[in-house]
């Protein structure tokens, strides 16, 4: 696929080339290991490919049935018809004397934020910035991002962290965010209990090990909780949420990630944890108009 074709469906579409190229291959082959040979990839790379944007649009793009090759879903034939379309467009543009030379800027941000806040408003930002695109990475830790940002392969980092002078980046504080500990309604009881008494609930904490694990924990002993018992590790918020609905353990979460409604059904334990401030981060240095842009957005975007 030509990379101006690219650029203009990458315009309508908040994907990479490479994941519009991957998903109108297997659109066209619906059959995964004939698209990774002729994209010359694994099988295992279509699979990935397809499965980052069906996690980016937040929508299956093909229905898969075991033993049977994979069709494409109602709102894959609609995508793949926009493709189509913008394609079309783009390729009539493409011969016209003011073709736009687009400049594409890298954010990464964790898991919560890109999907509750970021890709939702990424459509209203392709219509304001026609020349523009946003490639999103998922981050799981912000150090290992400091290095990607210095190298210039992430031009800005969203990360919500105890403490943003910690980090060698220039440092944005877009809001502090308050993280609380949330119980379903059978465990309400628990609302009032001393940080010796919580210690001995089970809670329900980010996958073992990792960043955000550690992060949790080091703010539950700065509380004077001593987490004894772990009911799960869960990765993804809305799980953690929903076991604690379900009395299964104290959920500890940002306060961004409970909707209103959610607190007919949980309650939040009366203890103080440590402020987290959710910050922007990019290289020192002076930043051209397209990052500029993309900051712009990320401010009105998150600052609420």
Same mark, same amino acid.
């Given at each position: 696929? !030509?990379?101006?074709?690219? #650029? ?8 990479? +080339?490479?994941?519009?190229? @991957?998903?109108?291959?297997?659109? /066209? ?11 010359? %990839? ?17 929508? &299956? ?7 049977? =090759? +994979?069709? *494409? ?6 995508? *793949? ?5 913008? %394609? ?31 890709? +939702?408003? *990424? &459509? ?14 998922? @981050?799981?830790? +912000? ?27 220039? #440092?944005?504080?877009?809001?502090? @965010? ?12 628990? =609302? ?32 004077? %909780?001593?987490? $004894? ?11 953690? =949420?929903?076991?604690?609905? $379900? ?7 940002? /306060?961004?990630? %409970? ?23 990019? !290289? ?17 975007? *998150?600052?609420?």
């Amino acid at each position: 696929m !030509a990379k101006g074709r690219e #650029a203009g469906v990458v315009a309508m579409i908040p994907c990479t +080339p490479r994941q519009l190229e @991957v998903f109108l291959t297997a659109a /066209e082959d619906c059959h995964f290991v004939c698209t990774a040979n002729r994209l010359g %990839i694994s099988q295992a790379a279509v699979s990935s490919h397809i499965a980052a944007l069906e996690h980016q649009l937040g929508k &299956p793009l093909f229905v898969r049935r075991r033993g049977r =090759k +994979p069709i *494409l879903s109602s709102y894959g034939q609609t995508l *793949l018809g926009e493709a189509r379309a913008s %394609i079309t467009q783009t390729d009539g543009a493409a011969t016209g004397p003011h073709q736009l030379k687009r400049r594409r800027v890298h954010i990464g941000a964790g898991g919560h934020l890109l999907d509750d806040y970021i890709r +939702p408003r *990424l &459509p209203q930002f392709y219509r304001q910035h026609v020349d523009l695109d946003i490639e999103c990475h998922y @981050v799981d830790a +912000p150090n290992p991002c400091v290095q990607l940002v210095n190298e210039r392969k992430i031009d800005l980092l969203v990360y919500t962290v105890t403490n943003p002078a910690n980090f060698p980046l220039h #440092a944005e504080i877009l809001r502090s @965010v308050k993280l609380g500990l949330y119980v379903g309604r059978g465990l309400a009881s628990s =609302k009032n209990l001393s940080p010796a008494e919580l210690s001995t609930l089970p809670f329900i904490l980010p996958p073992e090990g990792s960043p955000a694990c550690r992060l949790v924990q080091s703010a539950l002993l700065s509380a004077g %909780i001593s987490c $004894r018992s772990v009911a799960a590790y869960v990765q993804f918020a809305p799980v953690a =949420k929903d076991l604690a609905k $379900r009395g299964h353990g104290v959920a500890v979460l940002f /306060e961004t990630m %409970i909707a209103p409604k959610e607190l007919r059904e949980l309650v939040e334990i009366d203890v103080e944890l440590p402020t987290m401030y959710r910050t922007l981060f990019r !290289a020192d240095r002076e930043p051209d108009s397209a990052i500029l842009s993309a900051e712009s957005f990320l401010r009105e975007t *998150l600052s609420r």
